[in-house]
């Protein structure tokens, strides 16, 4: 995202050593997250524009997958097999947030709901399913909390703490993934980390806890 100028994407092809620009996006839209479903499509959340935008395969040019001007920002993905979305919608601000359910419809266009759950929500920041596709886990910013609700149309219902992160102040949690395995990756950039958990909360076993640090001006794991 973001390459050389706001608003572009970058790609490293295969065997390369650099980034290219891959596209541009319309103007004052700026991407934050990026998702492939199993068709070769490509998702591209614009938290600038309040659009999901969609690249079909071998396009450079985007078009509108779905817009709502009831987003506050969407800014991360995930993706079902059946090629469902799930979207974060901070609220920085207000310090709280919500998630979106992005279905496709006849048309091929996107149809968004707001999903409910019987507990209020955070600052919704990272975002990602299961491999089972049974559990969202939703990393919260300032709260510093993993959490993990399963599925029932558009609600989140059996919502379950997973891990309460302590370190300093204003050290807010980012992005998350899980793996095929069901670890969960969470990024905690006031930190310079990257924690590998399972799915009860544990940290995984060395190596996959990787604290990152800057020495020399380049960016090294350990």
Known sequence: MNLHKDGTIGKVAAGASRSELFSELPKGSMGSSIRFDRSGRMFVADFKKHNVFLFEPGEKVPSVYFQSNQFNQPNDLAIAPDGTLYASDPNF??????????????????????????????VTNGIDLSPDGQALYISESAT??????????????????????????????????TDIDGKIFVTWPGTGSVAVLTPDGN?????????????DGLRHAS
Not at 154 to 171: I, N, Y
Not at 203 to 215: G, I, S, Y
């Open 203 to 215: 940290l995984a076993e060395q190596p996959h806890l990787w604290w990152a640090r800057w020495k």
């Open 144 to 177: 510093r909390e993993l959490w993990a609700y399963c599925l029932q149309g558009v609600k989140l219902t059996a919502a379950r703490l997973v891990k309460k992160f302590d370190g300093p102040p204003k050290s807010e949690l980012d992005g998350l993934r």
């Open 93 to 122: 601000g207000k310090g709280a947030g919500q998630i979106w359910r992005i279905t496709r419809g006849p048309d091929g266009k996107g149809r968004g709901e707001v999903m409910f759950s019987d507990r209020k929500m955070g």
